[in-house]
């Protein structure tokens, strides 16, 4: 029997394993909270609190439709779920309301699929934005077929997060997959020159 952890596109830290029985010491707190037309998000990028995310967006742009003319996502996160953080792109991206981020602290892995979906990105002269590529693994007796079917999973997400890369920022291919094979933090003139972000906050 083989037993699958969820992707974790993200730095440093092992995500929490798919289970019947959920291994609380596995939890990692999120905050998510409004402040008028502002949402934070702070800790790791999973669900529910995606989820929960993408209907506090969507309250808020109802909210303020008629008054205010960009919502604001305060962001933090080491990063987290693949598809959680996607789910969180596309809902900053489709918003009736254009949507700016501020990553603030650090911005890594997942989190910085989140900031690709705002109309403005901007970062602290003191935060750092990492992007690697994703991790998976198996565990247990695994037949050679699905240890490809594996491979073949991470590289068709790879190419998803390529293609969303490619699209908000100055990246090529071969640059992005350069930075796949690193953990390396980048200060704000760097992502600034990459495309990853449109200002930098002194």
């Not at 402040?35 to 506090?56: H, W």
């Not at 992007?131 to 998803?160: D, F, R, Y």
């Not at 997060?161 to 094979?181: C, F, G, P, S």
Request: proline share 2%; glycine share 6%.
């Amino acid at each position: 029997m083989v037993e699958r952890g969820e992707l974790m596109p993200f730095h440093g830290r092992k995500r929490k394993v798919v289970n019947a029985e959920k291994e609380d010491s596995d939890e990692e707190d999120v905050i998510l909270t409004t402040y008028k037309e502002s949402l934070f998000y702070r800790g790791t990028i999973q669900q529910p609190e995606a989820t929960q995310f993408c209907i506090a967006l969507r309250k808020l742009a109802d909210a303020y439709h008629d008054t205010r003319d960009h919502i604001v996502v305060h962001l933090t996160t080491e990063g987290g779920d693949l598809f959680a953080g996607i789910s969180m792109y596309e809902a900053i991206r489709r918003s009736s309301i254009p949507v700016h981020i501020i990553a603030e602290g650090n911005v890594c892995s997942a989190g910085t699929i989140v900031m690709m979906g705002a109309k403005k990105r901007y970062m602290y002269n003191t935060s750092v934005v990492l992007v690697h590529a994703l991790s998976s693994w198996m565990m247990g007796h695994c037949k050679p077929k699905e240890i490809q079917e594996e491979l073949q999973n991470c590289e068709t997400l790879l190419e998803i997060m390529t293609e969303i890369y490619r699209r908000h920022t100055r990246l090529t291919k071969a640059q992005l997959k350069q930075m796949y094979n690193t953990d390396l933090y980048m200060r704000a003139e760097d992502c600034m020159k990459r495309g990853f972000i449109d200002e930098v906050l002194y």
